[in-house]
């Protein structure tokens, strides 16, 4: 009763405007109001009408416990709930829903006309006279092949792309260093020799059947590809291949080993250009993947490399600039797509008068895109939270941070050598509807509710604890590692058998995640985070899409499906490949897959078997 006047006002104000903020803003703050359920019911009806119906299923929950909405408004719910929940394929709670709505109407006229199915014995009969009662049952919609927006390529990182199979060789190929990544173009000759030699070392040691899958992740917007560099940002022509543009910005490691300190004649120079190189190139998801939207390309820089100065700079703060030290805060760097051009960035060392950029946190991967928003993942000395930004404004003017919200604090700070994979995951969200799922990159994955800016649930897969014995061994590890050389640290990571990578996969009522810190594989359900199934990782690469409820995972050594409702085996038997050279996309019932033998393969989803291996040729 205090808060119904301003409630009504701006509910008000928000049908006159047709602004969805403002019913965000009427749920958020006066959700228990008359005009809080007026809110929800308008909110979850647009977006039943835009086909969001995991966000609109929601929405239709909250109103089936609420104090203002009568039996008439609970029954349209339920019976509205039930069908995006099926829709979503989240089939218990539809069936509940369903169950509920009976209750609430089985003494009206025309259920007791028969004209309704008998939900007992035929629940989806039941659903389907409900949706087409209600409205055709919508469809989410998916991005297309003309954009390839940022690491697997939708909210869902569910890795559906509109692709030919390729076919024939190579068509062409661009070095990810060049001339225009230095002052002094004629080193870029010896640094190019460093990195084949390294690559070829890598091959020897590792044998044919281990994969090498690089870090870096590209992305297409219209009739621009746009890739990072060791050094730059780099625009080309998908079609020729041919260079476009190159940012002015370049990374400050690179710019120190290649122009600023070029002392290869000493020894800890070739160390760590190898180490650079090697972390850039294969372990470095953080640096290496972007993400766009309509106007901007986002790449983050300057966060340094783990190094032997890990063990130090949580103690001695003044390290952290050293451009070989593993920073504790880097760059998120925005560049206008149609113009080509710098526009902005946020992060940095810590300011005391910042104004209103965010300096002193990492970037722990690129930004979602997501409804004109940028949802960010960032370490703020050892806590990790989520901020989410208007990439329409700028920093240097306004304020761009709309809100955020903190996930999880860390045990280990990100400069610490135990950090090493939440440092280098390139850890983003993922969504569908209105939940964001989080990867915290250390021992937690979180869920929140982007509309009411709440957390929706936690789930800990591994403990996290450091006892007095514990901590005795991670000082000596940090004295061995003061004194390690950089080739020990660059074996050791490279070495590391872990996931690939750890964007989180929605599919339905399903998230699978694949932790950077742990070999198993989690299905959590969406709506509440509760573990359905895990399993062993085996030689599990990375989880390269779902098709028709199996989840495909791709080894070093031979592909495998999993149902999703259960955890158990979806193909008579495993597919066995030559090691992966790198990521592939879906299209459709089919994977094409790039191997390590100079073929790309292309798979039969349906029934688990190799259609195609191409040859590239040599390039």
Not at 82 to 111: F, H, I, K, P, Q
Request: with cysteine; charged share 25%; net charge negative.
């Amino acid at each position: 009763r205090r808060y119904g006047p301003e409630a009504a006002s701006l509910l008000k104000e928000a049908r006159q405007t047709g602004d969805e903020a403002r019913l965000d803003e009427v749920i958020r703050r006066y959700g228990m109001t008359r005009a809080g359920a007026e809110a929800v019911a308008l909110l979850a009806d647009r977006l039943w009408d835009s086909g969001d119906l995991l966000a609109a299923g929601r929405l239709f929950d909250r109103l089936l416990d609420h104090p203002a909405v009568d039996d008439a408004d609970r029954a349209a719910a339920l019976s509205r709930a039930a069908v995006c929940w099926w829709g979503c394929g989240n089939t218990a709670r539809a069936r509940d829903r369903l169950a509920a709505w009976v209750r609430v109407v089985s003494n009206s006229a025309e259920y007791s006309k028969g004209a309704f199915p008998d939900p007992a014995k035929d629940a989806e009969a039941a659903l389907n006279w409900l949706a087409q009662r209600s409205s055709q049952l919508a469809v989410l919609p998916r991005a297309t092949g003309e954009r390839i927006v940022g690491f697997r390529n939708d909210p869902q990182r569910s890795g559906m792309y509109d692709q030919a199979t390729p076919t024939g060789g190579v068509v062409w190929n661009y070095p990810a260093v060049d001339e225009d990544d230095s002052d002094v173009p004629g080193r870029i000759v010896e640094i190019t020799k460093t990195i084949e030699a390294l690559q070829q070392e890598i091959r020897d040691k590792a044998g044919e059947d281990q994969p090498i899958l690089p870090a870096g992740c590209p992305v297409i917007c219209d009739d621009r590809m746009i890739f990072r560099g060791y050094g730059t940002l780099k625009w080309l022509d998908p079609e020729s291949g041919g260079p476009i543009y190159y940012s002015s910005m370049r990374d400050e490691t690179f710019a120190s080993l290649v122009d600023q300190d070029w002392h290869p004649e000493e020894h800890w120079h070739p160390e760590n250009v190898r180490l650079f190189f090697g972390q850039r190139a294969w372990r470095d998801l953080t640096s290496g993947a972007l993400s766009c939207d309509d106007h901007y390309v986002y790449s983050i820089f300057n966060s340094g490399i783990a190094s032997a100065m890990g063990s130090t700079v949580e103690s001695i703060a003044e390290l952290a600039p050293h451009p070989l030290a593993p920073r504790p805060y880097n760059l998120l760097s925005a560049f206008d797509l149609e113009h080509i051009l710098y526009k902005w960035e946020q992060g940095g060392p810590p300011r005391a008068a910042s104004g209103h950029h965010i300096t002193g946190v990492y970037f722990l991967g690129p930004p979602l895109p997501l409804d004109g928003l940028l949802y960010c993942l960032v370490d703020d000395r050892k806590q990790v939270r989520l901020i989410v930004l208007d990439p329409a404004i700028d920093p240097n003017r306004e304020e761009q941070v709309v809100w955020e919200q903190p996930l999880y604090n860390a045990e280990y700070h990100l400069s610490d050598p135990a950090a090493v994979a939440r440092r280098l995951a390139g850890c983003t969200p993922s969504a569908a509807g209105d939940v964001l799922v989080c990867p915290t990159g250390e021992s937690m994955v979180v869920a929140v509710d982007r509309r009411t800016r709440q957390l929706l649930w936690t789930h800990q897969y591994r403990e996290v604890s450091i006892d007095p014995r514990m901590m005795q061994i991670r000082m000596l590890m940090a004295q061995r590692r003061a004194v390690e050389p950089a080739q020990e640290i660059l074996d050791d990571l490279l070495e590391d058998d872990h996931w690939s990578d750890s964007a989180p996969i929605i599919s339905g009522e399903y998230v699978l995640y694949t932790p950077p810190d742990d070999d198993d594989l989690l299905c959590l359900r969406l709506t509440d985070g509760h573990l359905l199934w895990q399993e062993d990782r085996r030689d599990g690469l990375y989880v390269a899409g779902v098709y028709d409820g199996n989840a495909i995972i791709v080894g070093s050594s031979r592909i495998r499906a999993i149902r999703l409702e259960d955890g158990e085996p979806a193909w008579p038997e495993s597919i066995p490949i030559p090691a992966p050279s790198g990521r592939g996309f879906q299209h459709g019932r089919y994977y094409v897959l790039p191997l390590s033998s100079r073929e790309i393969a292309s798979i039969d989803l349906a029934d688990g078997r190799i259609l195609t291996r191409s040859p590239t040729g040599d390039w």
